[in-house]
T-cell receptor, first 114, second 113 residues
Framework: KAGVTQTPRYLIKTRGQQVTLSCSPI?????VSWYQQTPGQGLQFLFE???????NKGNFPGRFSGRQFSNSRSEMNVSTLELGDSALYLC?????????????FGEGSRLTVL | QKEVEQNSGPLSVPEGAIASLNCTYS??????FFWYRQYSGKSPELIMF????GDKEDGRFTAQLNKASQYVSLLIRDSQPSDSATYLC?????????????FGTGTRLQVTL
């Protein structure tokens, strides 16, 4: 059974640009959550999608957005990039939403903003 | 006050010893508690979860929960060098149909030979 797949794995952008990250969950998983991981702040919740609906949202500015498609694949977008957006962005899928707490994480997309 | 607090470490223990990792949380409405392990350069993976007060054992791992003290811990018996990793405590509070995991910043464990 394939795990959670995130693309791209690494990317470099400059301030002001926008970026789109993609996540394919484990087959059969309908929930996809996104987290930002930085050395100082740890893992911070961005949002969760379940059956194409945003079910929960963290405390990030509106520049961070996401969506989920009918096949459960998800994308997140960050517009007007800032230096502080440099981080590892982790996607996690779950079979029953985050209710069970068992999240299966992808390897992440490491974003560097110059 | 952070919602979930962990000592960043590193916590250094000799091989074969017991490693004790601690976590406190601020929201009394928290319902379930998780320990994830993250090796350097890798993504987190779930190793234990606990819902009720008391202890829960799984192999060399024991999770302990004290809701009155808002405290959760992870004990690793017979620590091995392969246990060297960052251990993330996560807390869940469900609100209706929505829920999210709030993570601590992690404790780095080093098991020395």
């Amino acid at each position: 059974k394939a795990g959670v797949t995130q693309t791209p794995r690494y990317l470099i952008k400059t301030r002001g640009q926008q970026v789109t990250l993609s996540c394919s969950p484990i087959s059969g998983h309908r929930s996809v959550s996104w987290y930002q991981q930085t050395p100082g702040q740890g893992l911070q919740f961005l949002f969760e999608y379940f059956s194409e609906t945003q079910r929960n949202k963290g405390n990030f500015p509106g520049r961070f957005s996401g969506r989920q498609f009918s096949n459960s694949r998800s994308e997140m977008n960050v517009s007007t990039l800032e230096l502080g957006d440099s981080a590892l962005y982790l996607c996690a899928s779950s079979s029953q939403g985050a209710n069970t707490g068992e999240l299966f994480f992808g390897e992440g997309s490491r974003l560097t903003v110059l | 006050q952070k919602e979930v607090e962990q000592n960043s470490g590193p916590l250094s223990v000799p091989e074969g010893a017991i490693a004790s990792l601690n976590c406190t949380y601020s929201d009394r409405g928290s319902q379930s508690f998780f320990w994830y392990r993250q090796y350097s350069g890798k993504s987190p993976e779930l190793i234990m979860f606990i819902y009720s007060n008391g202890d829960k054992e799984d192999g060399r791992f024991t999770a302990q929960l004290n809701k009155a003290s808002q405290y959760v811990s992870l004990l690793i018996r017979d620590s091995q060098p392969s246990d060297s990793a960052t251990y993330l405590c996560a807390v869940k509070k469900a609100t209706g149909t929505a829920s999210k995991l709030t993570f601590g910043t992690g404790t780095r464990l080093q098991v020395t030979l």
